[in-house]
């Protein structure tokens, strides 16, 4: 069984159901749709995690608001964008994973340097993000779960040009057709 072959075989599966009239769209904009289809992947895993992080670590971030230490009251007081970081640090190696093998579809070997230059992708929009975070819960009385929904919306625009242009760039898309899931995963050839 290939599992590096996976995800080029659900992306080609997913060609498949899509009717003959829109396969021209289909095809001219495939690596936006499979683009969305891994964010929201993405959005989801963030989102729960955030909340699980928020549950258990919130309440031990928020006591250290009464530290004599300046920089452990500051992130006490702003409990929620300290969950929010830690949050990112551990989503960008799942999120990097599921473009780079479903909505880019590269080619192995350079995973590494590519989640170096996610991070890097995804630091300016993480910034502007705690920024939108901070506002919406300070300023706007929001809950920091709600805030995060509106840093993700800037932030799936911004990942999306620096993937493209940046993270990604120049390495080919692998086009191995597949007769299927079964024979993808397989290794064996579609015998029609």
Known sequence: ?????????????LR??????LRPFYDKHE???????????NTVFSIALYNVLLSLLGPAVHSLAASPDGFLAFLGR????AVFWLNWVLCVPQATLAMKYFAFRTPSGRT??????AYFVYLPAQLVSSGIVWLTVERMHLSPRIAQVFA???ATIFSYLGHKYFTFRGAAAETVETGGIVEALTGEEDRD
């Open 1 to 13: 069984m290939d599992l590096g072959r996976l995800p080029l075989a659900l992306s080609d599966a």
């Open 112 to 117: 590494g340097r590519e989640i170096g230059k």
């Open 31 to 41: 690596d936006k749709l499979r683009y969305l289809v891994a964010g929201m992947w």
């Open 16 to 21: 498949r159901t899509v009717p003959d009239r």
């Open 152 to 154: 993700i919306a800037f």
């Open 78 to 81: 702003n409990d929620y964008n």
